[in-house]
C-alpha cells in the first residue's frame, strides 16, 4: 500500500516539476518582464493551472509550448525559435562583433603596413647604399612599447 502512495507522490512531483519548468520559460501576457512562475497575475494563474492540466492529459513539453504559441503568440516564450523572421534578430551580435573585429584589424595593418609603404616609396629608384637602406630602417620603423611585452594572450590581442 506504501508504494501505491509513494507511486503517486513520484507522479505529482514529476508534474511539478515540469510545470514549473515550463512556467519559468513562459512570459506574462499582463506582466511582460515575469515569467508565469513569477507572477501573480490572474492570467498568470489561469495559465499555471493550464499546462498541469495539459501534462496530466499526456501531453508533451513541445506540444504544450506549441500549444501556447498558437493561443498567445511567439512572444509569450522567453527563447522564440530561430526562423527567417528571427534571424536577424540572433545573428545581429555575430555581425556587428564581426564587423568591430574586421575595423579592429584593418587599422591594425594600416598601422603596421604604412612605415613599409614609405619605406618603398623612398627607395624605389634611389640607389642607396647599404648603409644608408639600414639608416633609413632605424629612423622609420617604430620603436617598441616601452616596459610592455605581450605575455598574455589579452596583451598580444590587444597589441600591448
Not at 519559468?24 to 493550464?50: M, P
Request: charged share 30%; aromatic share 6%; net charge neutral.
Amino acid at each position: 500500500m506504501e508504494s501505491k502512495e509513494d507511486e503517486e507522490l513520484k507522479k505529482v512531483q514529476v508534474v511539478d516539476a515540469r510545470a514549473r519548468n515550463i512556467s519559468h520559460n513562459v512570459r506574462c501576457t499582463e506582466c511582460g518582464s515575469q515569467s508565469i512562475e513569477d507572477s501573480q497575475a490572474d492570467i498568470a494563474i489561469l495559465l499555471r493551472k493550464l499546462i498541469r492540466d495539459e501534462i496530466q492529459s499526456g501531453k508533451s513539453d513541445k506540444e504544450i509550448y506549441k500549444k501556447l504559441e498558437d493561443d498567445f503568440g511567439e512572444t509569450v516564450l522567453y527563447a522564440p525559435k530561430f526562423d527567417m523572421q528571427t534571424a536577424g534578430l540572433w545573428l545581429s551580435p555575430l555581425l556587428v562583433a564581426g564587423a568591430a573585429g574586421g575595423l579592429w584589424a584593418f587599422k591594425k595593418h594600416r598601422q603596421k603596413t604604412n612605415v613599409h609603404i614609405m619605406v618603398l616609396d623612398l627607395v624605389r629608384g634611389v640607389p642607396l647604399t647599404p648603409k644608408e637602406k639600414e639608416t633609413m630602417l632605424d629612423i622609420l620603423t617604430p620603436p617598441p612599447p616601452v616596459g610592455s611585452t605581450p605575455s598574455s594572450w589579452w596583451g598580444r590581442w590587444t597589441g600591448r
